[in-house]
Each structure stands twice: as structure tokens, then as C-alpha cells.
């Protein structure tokens, strides 16, 4: 019988298991295999050089697909360790200091994964940068790029070819080393000598926040921390077991798509299929052809991915997939909204798709990646609570399903911490709260960040002296689990009254002309010095009337239900503001929306005007 899940660790067998292979025929590539013959070993090792080292000795690897499904490149692990090897080689003929930085502009593509563990071999410091999703952010991307690069002292860094370019401008007059595109760094002569990887507390790498509340931050994470988590993540997150298969379309420099879905395979010796970011976003049908004929079992999305998916189905067409191998369909990185995840498995279950499957989590950057998972196999847990004690009171008072209560709030359970976390739910004075009371949530455990990048300031605010994170994030505990409520931040304070914008947000996409994605909620300054909301809706239809019968329904809706005023401001569509890793950005909504203000009247027009100006530009 074949040995799977945690029973594999300690089993010191090889393990036999059913071997799915995929062959491209236009390019005569065969995909890295589901299955391996190796025993799986969960992240119990001391650095990411050894997890890959091990690793190589099986089968498995990455597997990359274009935008129409085809299989365009292969690489095992064996081969990555062996070329990452080698290109460290070449690194260190450089002479870059030990710990030195490498700017990496993370394209899904192989030649991230070679450069990203030829920095673990060499001694270096990958530094995951973004890549372009905004075909007419060209100044504005080279502005953020030169901005992280500075902002982490990079030594090296590195573009393909197509961004290579934008690199250039990037750091033009800046004091580095060496730049260039892979092609550059592959003609370097490699240097003899024993390869000395990272260990313990040195940086396994720099990763950027995704910048939703303030300019992104170079999160430190050593290897000891990133080891913590993979384990954590591995065994009691998702139960892997040596028969499983991940697709993903995360992108490589956000911490779900770097940590979950490149390291966490490979820390456990998985097979892993990558469909670029961009392409999703183009097909994000193909993302469910990937799971569906490499019978897939794993993936991650945060909630705007299965809506883009459920979008694009056409009718009866969900047959043609078979999901059925899909058994964990992780759930985060943003607000879960629970409707969004029921339409898609409503619209998949023709294709085999298990509601059951889904996983909702909480995490951060700044704890490598994971903090807590629901359980396995049993679908979303909705907490409903009195959504007028939330806003008065900050308690979560639970009610039933036909309670006569006239506003409810619902929250995904979002599970128990792993096991190495220590997780408190505090006041604004630092008093650690009882359950069902709501506060800043905050953690302690190895997994989580060293520091700031250079940021001393900020680190202290944020992280204690005895290793406590404040997360930022808002929310309350039950005996089920923990429930993510808002941002510290985001928060609307108005008469004393708590105000959560995911309310005012729910209510807009709660109309026919509205699709959820389509509204930021955030407060002002007005010009008696008191708050005033404004929330931006994305608005398709054109016709004068309509829009104004739209802002006076959502208007009139807002006040009877959540019983304070707001200012609607309809927008063209794609004009609200996204971070790097597509995360809708209230804060950056709000800046544009006072600098298009602020330019409208400096030219004199009335402030219902503001909308004409987009938001994406403004400012």
C-alpha cells in the first residue's frame, strides 16, 4: 500500500505511488510527474539549498504554460539545482559581499527559480521585484522599481529580456555591481572553490509588502524562519501528501505566490504547474483546464480570482472540466467574501468541484506567509454577528440564521494558528481581550520577520522588542478560530461609531450594476475638519440618469442601513488603484481621490465633477 501524508515522514521508505505524466507534442516536452520516489519530507530542513538539494534526488519539478494551455518549458528539480549551482558559481566571481542583494524583476518564468536559488548557493540575497500588469505604467513602474531597488541597497539585479529595458532606466545612476538580463549573467566565468549557502539566522530573502496601506517595506526573512513556516504550511495547512499536484498563476513576487506556491511545493517535493499572472488575468479559464487534465490538488487564490473564473464561464460549460482531484482550493491574501466562493462552486460542481474543498487562511509577509487554516475538508465557516454591536460595542454578539436583527455582518472563520504561533487580540491600550471581543491582532513565532529592511523606525512600531508582530489587521477569536474583520487603517471612525468599509463596499456590489471588485469605501477630511465618507464605485453604464439614479440608490441605502452619510463617486471602469499583487488599495484610492480634488479646484469646477478625472492618474 502506498505510504501518504504525514505517515511518509516518518516511514524512511520509498514511495510507491501512481505516476500522472503530461506530454506538449508541439514541443515535445513531457511535464515533471505527479508522484515521486523519494519518501516526502515536510520543510525539515535547515536552509532552502538543502530543500532543494533534496528535492533533486526525485522526479518532480515546474512545470510553465503558456496563456492558450501549452506546455512551453520543463524543469525538474534536479536540473534547477544543477543550473542554480552553477550560475552561483558565476555570481560569485563577482565578488558581491556575503549577504549582498539581488534584485530580481519576477517574471513566471524558470529563470526566476535558477537566480532565486543560485542567491541561496552563493551566499546572496534574492529580492523578488514586480513585474508590469499596466500596459501604460511605464513611468510609474520604473519610479517603483528604482524606489525598491534603492530602498533594499541592491548590488546585483536582474531583468529578462522583455523588461530589461525598464530595468535599465530604472537604475540608471544608481552605484550597482552588475546589470543585465540572464544571458548577461550566464556568460560570466564561473569561480572554483566550495559553495557556502546561507544557514540559520542569514537572509533566505527580501520580500516586498504588497504596499495596500503605505509604500512597500522589504520584509527580512532568514532561513530559519521561512523553514518554520514551509513546515507549518505543509503539514498541518494542507496535509500534503506524496500523491498531490499544485497549478498555480500566483505571481512570484507576492508571498502567496513565492512561499506558498514555489517554496512550499518544493520544500515538500511536489510537482508544480505555473500559468503566468498576466495570462490568467487574459484566460482565467485555463487556470481550471491546468487543474482539470493534470488532475491537480492543490491551488490558491485570493477571492477575485474565482470570480474572475466564474465570470468567464459560459453556460454548461463547466461540464467539459473535471475537478474532482481539486481537494484543497485555498482561500486568502485579501477580505473573503463568502457568496463569491459559493457562486463558483455552484457554477463548478457540474465539473466535479467539491465545496468542501475550499480553505480559507490568514497570513502576511511578514510572517514568511502563514498564520492560521481552517480545517481540511469542510468548506467555509461563516461567523454572523450583530453588525450594530460590532460598530458601537467592538464585540462580536453571534446571531442565528432568522434572528430579527436589521444589520448583520458575516466573517469567514479563517481557523486555528499553527501550532508555533502564539496569537493575541488586543486593545488600543495593549490589553489582550477575551473571545468575541474585537481588537489589532497580534503574533508571535520563528516564522516571523527579523525586521524592516532598513527601516528601523517603522520595526519598532511594528514589531516588539520580545518578538510580537502587530499585525495591523483587525479581528476577533472564537474557540472555532480567528476572524479577520478589517485593517487598522482602513477603519472609519465617525461620532464614535467604528464604520468598516467592507460594509459600505458589500452594499454597492450588492447592485445589479455593480460587480464585486468594483467599490472602495474610505474617509476624508472635510472642510469642517471632520471625516467624510466617500466611497468610488465603478460605473459601466454611461447614461446620465442612470448614474445619478445609481448614487442616490446607494446613498439612500447607506443611510438606512448603516445610518451615516456618504458621498458616492462613480468612475470609468479599471480606474481603482491596485497594489502590485492586484490587491484593491483603499489607501492609494483615497490619495488619488483628494489630489483630484484638490485639481479640480484649482481649475475651478464643483466637486461632483471629480470623477471625470481617473483615478489611476490623479496624483
Not at 525538474?76 to 555570481?91: H, P
Not at 559581499?97 to 551566499?123: K, M, N, S, W
Not at 455552484?346 to 511578514?366: C, H, I, V, W
Not at 436589521?406 to 479563517?414: D, G, L, P, Q, T
Request: some cysteine; hydrophobic content about 40%; charged content about 20%.
Amino acid at each position: 500500500m502506498p505510504v501518504q501524508g504525514n505517515d511518509a515522514l516518518a516511514s524512511g521508505v520509498p514511495v510507491i505511488v501512481e505516476i500522472y505524466q503530461m506530454r506538449s507534442p508541439a514541443l515535445g516536452l513531457q511535464a515533471t510527474p505527479t508522484g515521486n520516489n523519494q519518501p516526502l519530507r515536510a520543510a525539515d530542513f535547515p536552509n532552502l539549498a538543502a530543500a532543494l538539494d533534496y528535492a533533486a534526488l526525485g522526479q518532480t519539478g515546474s512545470n510553465f504554460y503558456t496563456g492558450r494551455g501549452e506546455l512551453y518549458a520543463v524543469l525538474t528539480y534536479a536540473e534547477l539545482r544543477d543550473q542554480a549551482r552553477q550560475l552561483a558559481r558565476r555570481l560569485r566571481g563577482l565578488n558581491a559581499a556575503r549577504g549582498a542583494r539581488l534584485a530580481i524583476v519576477a517574471e513566471t518564468h524558470p529563470d526566476f527559480l535558477r537566480f532565486f536559488f543560485a542567491c541561496q548557493y552563493a551566499g546572496l540575497v534574492p529580492v523578488p521585484l514586480p513585474i508590469p500588469l499596466n500596459p501604460g505604467g511605464h513611468k510609474a513602474y520604473v519610479k517603483q522599481i528604482r524606489a525598491m531597488v534603492k530602498s533594499c541597497q541592491a548590488s546585483l539585479a536582474m531583468a529578462p529580456a522583455g523588461y530589461s529595458g525598464l530595468l535599465g532606466e530604472a537604475v540608471e545612476g544608481l552605484d550597482l555591481m552588475f546589470v543585465g538580463a540572464p544571458e548577461a549573467y550566464d556568460a560570466l566565468p564561473q569561480q572554483a572553490g566550495e559553495l557556502q549557502p546561507q544557514q540559520g539566522d542569514e537572509l533566505a530573502y527580501l520580500q516586498y509588502t504588497s504596499g495596500s496601506t503605505r509604500f512597500p517595506r522589504g520584509v527580512m526573512i532568514t532561513q530559519r524562519a521561512v523553514s518554520s513556516n514551509l513546515s507549518g504550511i505543509i503539514t498541518e495547512g494542507m496535509d500534503v501528501r506524496t500523491t498531490d499536484r499544485c497549478v498555480s498563476w500566483l505571481p512570484f513576487y507576492h508571498d502567496l505566490g513565492l512561499v506558498g506556491l514555489v517554496l512550499a511545493p518544493l520544500a515538500a517535493q511536489l510537482t508544480v504547474d505555473y500559468l503566468g499572472t498576466r495570462e490568467f488575468a487574459m484566460r482565467p479559464k485555463q487556470w481550471l483546464t491546468l487543474m482539470s487534465r493534470n488532475k491537480a490538488t492543490i491551488s490558491f487564490s485570493p477571492p477575485f480570482g474565482y470570480e474572475l473564473c466564474n465570470r468567464r464561464l459560459r453556460e454548461a460549460e463547466a461540464e467539459k472540466f473535471d475537478l474532482s482531484a481539486w481537494r484543497v482550493a485555498g482561500v486568502g491574501a485579501e477580505t473573503i467574501r463568502p457568496q463569491v466562493l459559493y457562486d463558483f462552486a455552484e457554477a463548478l460542481a457540474p465539473g466535479g468541484f467539491d465545496r468542501k474543498a475550499f480553505l480559507a487562511s490568514y497570513g502576511m509577509a511578514e510572517c514568511s506567509l502563514a498564520v492560521s487554516f481552517a480545517p481540511l475538508q469542510q468548506g467555509l465557516s461563516v461567523d454572523r454577528i450583530d453588525a450594530d454591536q460590532l460598530a458601537l460595542h467592538e464585540r462580536a454578539r453571534p446571531v442565528e440564521q432568522d434572528a430579527p436583527i436589521e444589520r448583520v455582518s458575516e466573517f469567514v472563520n479563517c481557523g486555528v494558528p499553527l501550532s508555533t504561533f502564539e496569537v493575541e487580540v488586543r486593545n488600543a491600550a495593549g490589553k489582550v481581550l477575551p473571545e468575541r471581543h474585537v481588537g489589532v491582532i497580534h503574533v508571535r513565532a520563528a516564522s516571523v520577520m527579523s525586521s524592516y529592511f532598513n527601516e528601523p523606525e517603522i520595526t519598532a512600531e511594528t514589531l516588539s522588542p520580545d518578538g510580537w508582530l502587530d499585525t495591523g489587521d483587525i479581528g476577533y477569536r472564537t474557540a472555532k478560530g480567528l476572524m479577520i474583520t478589517g485593517r487598522k487603517k482602513d477603519l472609519i471612525i465617525i461620532n464614535g461609531r467604528n464604520i468598516w468599509p467592507q460594509d459600505l463596499e458589500l452594499l454597492a456590489e450588492q447592485q445589479p450594476e455593480v460587480r464585486p471588485g468594483d467599490a472602495l469605501a474610505f474617509a476624508v477630511p472635510g472642510l469642517d475638519g471632520t471625516d467624510t465618507i466617500v466611497m468610488v464605485v465603478q460605473c459601466r453604464d454611461k447614461d446620465v440618469k442612470t448614474r445619478a439614479e445609481l448614487s442616490s440608490r446607494l446613498q439612500g441605502l447607506i443611510r438606512t442601513e448603516v445610518g451615516v452619510d456618504c458621498c458616492i463617486e462613480l468612475a470609468p471602469l479599471h480606474t481603482l488603484p491596485r497594489t502590485s499583487s492586484g490587491k484593491l488599495s483603499r489607501s492609494m484610492a483615497r490619495l488619488n481621490y483628494i489630489a483630484a480634488h484638490r485639481l479640480d479646484q484649482g481649475r475651478g469646477q464643483q466637486a461632483g465633477e471629480a470623477a471625470a478625472v481617473p483615478l489611476q492618474q490623479a496624483g
